[in-house]
């Protein structure tokens, strides 16, 4: 099939599948979606890059309108279509909207700028000696617990050790921590503690790598600590799932946890001990909000901001009157992962499996060139997200690799590739067989998310059936945020592929999502190749930044080859905010703290 019937194709299906959402929804839903159905019709392709957006017109910062009153209280929305874990705690957490929920009460002791280099106007400063290894950190007096006791060098010294004991059961044990001098024996049990960390003084806290790198200042050193007066009698196995981080968490952040329903809402009151000074809000109310609803929970006034707009709702409802629209280049992107391997608990590192489903890079490849996501973009998104190319997203222009065009969108490349591969249609109806001549069944994997999850998916699978392929969604329906992580983090033998999405840090290293040794490398896929770049990306040869984009151009290269995963789309956040709101933003660099967003009325204004 030639690329334009193509493209009309994928038009065809948008349509049918956004009216029968629409037959679905009411309301002004109902309108939306037939709105955006109309847009795909293909007759009107000529004309289809109209109503198109840039992230490039937003701003991250809020426009300041009236005068702040003193006090009040402030709703945060959580958008998903399913309850927040309840891991509370940095140390332990997986989860994004986890990770929402904690931003409210607890922090990093350091802070970056907007080229994600830490600072010295976080909670703690640091110097760094000759020799790049040896970090000496020195946390402020007035930072304390929100119980009133002082956040110590001993407390950022057990979270280390927590992390790095054999009974930890979170994410966070990676390179990031093996790179500290004595943490590896420490983690064998061959000693009681890690020798290269040491408590100078109640408030400083020398830690000495192994290696020198430039990462160690963008992103790899660990800021969070964990109260050792609350957690320290603990067991290490018995800590993620305690009573102080599920239901009675602490932190030293702005606000204070005062009451949980779990999985559904958090309401916080302010922490007028704050080290940075009393917040200007008497109290926020984080609750989920279901993606179906986030328009109406905005208009009514039921909430002040969101975590994240579906950007496909947007041209609808660009001008609603009562909020504000931020924008900035997400760091994150969706992407379509293959299942390569399996993850060696006892040995800390993925095991590739030569044998799995999705062993043969021609068929990965085939994969990727099956799809348009060019087009996904500008008819579901309405530019807002757009095709992905290589997995250093845009968010760090310094080392995202612009001239490297991935795989293209080519159904006639993808065909040729399985037919040089072996995946031949046997007994000519239209599907490949695998290369033993038996049906070959793909099992995808996707998430339940807003009202485009479906079509989407649907999309992705229409396009792999159109060069052969038989791809059908996992038990036959999409799966809830925490179900498709357990199984994809478990390996579930029952995937072969998924789609997921990645919220990438502030320091560039993939090592923690695409590392041999990383829980987070959910794909499984290690080589040798791998392995010499990302240790050459954080070498002390590195610092010199030009060597360092070569090293990650030559990263992002391998892996448009090697494709244990593939970019589907790049991001924009947008966020509307209240006109009632004062100083917030959103993003890197903009020098505007929680503490300091104010109101200018008692309750939101309404449209």
Same mark, same amino acid.
């Given at each position: 099939?030639?690329?334009?019937?193509?493209?009309?194709?994928?038009?065809?299906?948008?349509?049918?599948?956004?009216?029968?959402?629409?037959?679905?929804?009411?309301?002004?839903?109902?309108?939306?979606?037939?709105?955006?159905?109309?847009?795909?019709?293909?007759?009107?392709?000529?004309?289809?890059?109209?109503?198109?957006?840039?992230?490039?017109?937003?701003?991250?910062?809020?426009?300041?309108?009236? $005068? @702040?009153?003193?006090? %009040?209280?402030?709703?945060?929305?959580?958008?998903?279509?399913t309850?927040? *874990?309840? /891991? +509370?705690?940095?140390?332990?957490?997986?989860?994004?909207?986890d990770a929402?929920?904690?931003a409210w009460?607890?922090?990093a002791?350091?802070?970056?700028?907007?080229?994600?280099?830490?600072?010295?106007?976080?909670?703690?400063?640091?110097?760094?000696?000759?020799?790049?290894?040896?970090?000496?950190?020195t946390?402020k007096d007035?930072?304390?617990?929100?119980?009133?006791?002082p956040v110590?060098?001993?407390?950022?010294?057990?979270a280390?050790?927590?992390?790095?004991h054999?009974?930890?059961?979170?994410?966070?044990?990676?390179?990031?921590?093996?790179?500290?001098?004595?943490? $590896? @024996?420490?983690?064998a %049990?061959e000693?009681?503690?890690?020798?290269?960390?040491?408590?100078?003084? *109640?408030? /400083? +806290?020398e830690?000495?790598?192994i290696?020198?790198?430039?990462?160690?200042?963008?992103?790899?050193?660990?800021?969070?600590p964990?109260a050792?007066?609350?957690?320290?009698?603990?067991e290490?196995?018995?800590?993620?799932?305690s009573?102080?981080?599920?239901?009675?968490?602490?932190?030293f952040?702005p606000?204070?946890?005062?009451?949980?329903v779990?999985?559904?809402?958090?309401?916080?009151?302010?922490?007028e001990?704050?080290?940075r000074?009393?917040?200007?809000l008497?109290?926020v109310?984080?609750?989920?909000?279901?993606?179906?609803?986030v328009?109406?929970?905005?208009?009514?006034?039921?909430v002040?901001?969101?975590?994240?707009?579906?950007?496909n709702?947007?041209?609808?409802?660009?001008?609603?009157?009562?909020?504000?629209?931020?924008?900035?280049?997400?760091?994150?992107?969706t992407?379509?992962?293959?299942k390569?391997?399996?993850?060696?608990a006892?040995?800390?590192?993925?095991i590739p499996?030569?044998?799995?489903?999705?062993?043969?890079?021609?068929?990965?490849k085939?994969?990727?060139?099956?799809?348009?996501?060019?087009?996904?973009?500008?008819?579901?998104y309405h530019?807002?997200r757009?095709?992905?190319?290589t997995l250093i997203?845009?968010?760090?222009?310094?080392f995202?690799?612009?001239?490297?065009?991935g795989?293209?969108?080519?159904?006639?490349?993808?065909?040729?590739?399985?037919?040089?591969?072996?995946?031949?249609?046997?007994?000519?109806?239209g599907?490949r067989?695998?290369?033993?001549?038996?049906?070959?069944?793909?099992?995808?994997?996707?998430?339940?998310?807003?009202?485009?999850?479906e079509?989407l998916?649907?999309?992705?699978?229409?396009?792999?059936k159109?060069?052969?392929?038989?791809?059908?969604?996992l038990?036959?329906?999409?799966?809830?945020?925490?179900?498709?992580?357990?199984?994809?983090?478990?390996d579930?033998?029952a995937?072969?592929?998924y789609?997921?999405?990645w919220?990438?840090?502030?320091?560039?290293?993939?090592?923690?999502?695409?590392?041999?040794?990383?829980p987070?490398?959910?794909?499984?896929?290690?080589?040798?190749?791998?392995?010499?770049?990302?240790?050459?990306?954080?070498?002390?040869?590195?610092?010199d930044?030009?060597?360092r984009?070569d090293?990650?151009?030559?990263?992002?290269?391998?892996?448009?080859?090697?494709?244990?995963?593939?970019?589907?789309?790049?991001?924009?956040?947008?966020v509307?905010?209240?006109?009632?709101?004062?100083?917030?933003?959103i993003?890197?660099?903009?020098?505007m703290?929680?503490?300091?967003?104010?109101?200018?009325?008692?309750?939101?204004i309404?449209e």
């Open positions: 099939m030639g690329k334009s019937k193509f493209t009309k194709a994928l038009l065809a299906l948008m349509l049918v599948l956004l009216l029968t959402l629409a037959a679905c929804g009411g309301g002004d839903e109902e309108s939306a979606q037939n709105n955006d159905a109309d847009s795909t019709d293909e007759t009107t392709e000529d004309t289809s890059k109209e109503g198109l957006y840039s992230i490039d017109d937003f701003s991250q910062i809020k426009t300041n309108e009236g $005068e @702040a009153m003193e006090g %009040g209280s402030f709703t945060y929305g959580l958008v998903s279509d309850a927040f *874990e309840g /891991t +509370l705690n940095w140390n332990f957490y997986s989860g994004g909207p929402e929920v904690l009460f607890d922090e002791l350091l802070t970056w700028d907007a080229n994600y280099v830490y600072t010295q106007d976080g909670a703690a400063t640091y110097e760094v000696a000759e020799d790049g290894r040896t970090f000496t950190f946390i007035n930072v304390n617990w929100h119980d009133g006791q110590t060098a001993e407390d950022w010294e057990f280390h050790l927590v992390i790095g054999p009974d930890y059961d979170g994410p966070r044990y990676g390179a990031d921590f093996t790179n500290i001098e004595g943490m $590896e @024996a420490y983690h %049990g000693a009681d503690s890690i020798s290269g960390i040491k408590v100078i003084d *109640e408030k /400083t +806290l830690i000495t790598y290696n020198s790198s430039p990462s160690l200042v963008t992103g790899s050193i660990w800021t969070y964990l050792k007066h609350i957690f320290g009698e603990m290490v196995a018995e800590m993620s799932a009573d102080a981080v599920r239901q009675n968490p602490i932190g952040g606000f204070k946890v005062d009451s949980i779990p999985g559904e809402s958090v309401v916080y009151t302010k922490n001990d704050y080290w000074g009393e917040p200007n008497d109290e109310v984080l609750k989920v909000i279901n993606p179906n609803v328009v109406q929970a905005l208009k009514s006034g039921d002040d901001t969101v975590d994240s707009f579906p950007v709702q947007f041209p609808d409802n660009a001008d609603m009157s009562n909020v504000e629209f931020l924008g900035m280049t997400d760091r994150a992107y992407y379509i992962g293959f390569l391997g399996k993850w060696d006892e040995a800390g590192e993925v499996d030569p044998e799995a489903k999705m062993a043969d890079v021609n068929l990965r085939a994969m990727w060139h099956a799809v348009d996501n060019q087009t996904v973009g500008e008819q579901f530019g807002l757009w095709n992905a190319t997203p845009p968010s760090h222009p310094e995202h690799d612009a001239s490297n065009a795989v293209a969108y080519d159904p006639e490349a993808a065909n040729a590739l399985l037919d040089e591969a072996g995946y031949e249609d046997v007994d000519g109806d599907i067989e695998d290369k033993d001549g038996n049906p070959l069944v793909i099992n995808f994997a996707s998430m339940s998310g807003d009202d485009i999850a079509p998916s649907q999309y992705y699978i229409q396009a792999w159109e060069v052969g392929l038989n791809v059908q969604l038990d036959g329906r999409l799966q809830e945020f925490n179900t498709f992580y357990d199984r994809v983090e478990a579930d033998p995937i072969d592929i789609q997921g999405a919220g990438v840090g502030i320091d560039v290293d993939p090592t923690g999502l695409y590392g041999r040794t990383a987070y490398n959910y794909t499984r896929y290690a080589s040798e190749e791998n392995d010499r770049l990302l240790a050459e990306g954080v070498s002390e040869e590195a610092f930044v030009d060597y984009k090293i990650y151009n030559q990263w992002q290269q391998l892996m448009v080859d090697e494709i244990p995963a593939f970019p589907t789309l790049y991001r924009a956040a947008v509307p905010v209240n006109n009632r709101v004062h100083n917030y933003s993003g890197d660099g903009t020098n703290y929680l503490y300091e967003i104010a109101v200018t009325q008692e309750t939101p309404a």
